[in-house]
């Protein structure tokens, strides 16, 4: 919900948001990507996996590793 909010305001519409969620399922990947969020983390995390998926959204490239 707060990311619907975000994204409909106009400085937050490219601003990449990663959802960071204890829900790892497939499904919840999709709700989170449909909601507006650029990438999903599945916790527990490896916070070098955090920091690459930044790195690689702040250079505008895309996240392939899933959750």
Same mark, same amino acid.
């Given at each position: 919900e707060a990311v619907g909010h975000l994204r409909k305001m106009r400085e937050f519409r490219s601003i990449p948001i990663i959802a960071v969620t204890a829900h790892v &399922? *497939?499904? @919840? @990947?999709?709700?989170?990507?449909?909601? /507006?969020? +650029?990438?999903?983390? /599945?916790? *527990?995390?490896? +916070?070098?996996? #955090? #920091?690459? &998926?930044i790195a690689h959204l702040l250079k505008g490239e895309s996240i392939t590793h899933g959750t």
């Amino acid at each position: 919900e707060a990311v619907g909010h975000l994204r409909k305001m106009r400085e937050f519409r490219s601003i990449p948001i990663i959802a960071v969620t204890a829900h790892v &399922s *497939p499904q @919840e @990947e999709a709700r989170a990507m449909a909601a /507006g969020c +650029t990438a999903h983390i /599945g916790k *527990p995390f490896d +916070t070098r996996v #955090l #920091l690459q &998926s930044i790195a690689h959204l702040l250079k505008g490239e895309s996240i392939t590793h899933g959750t």
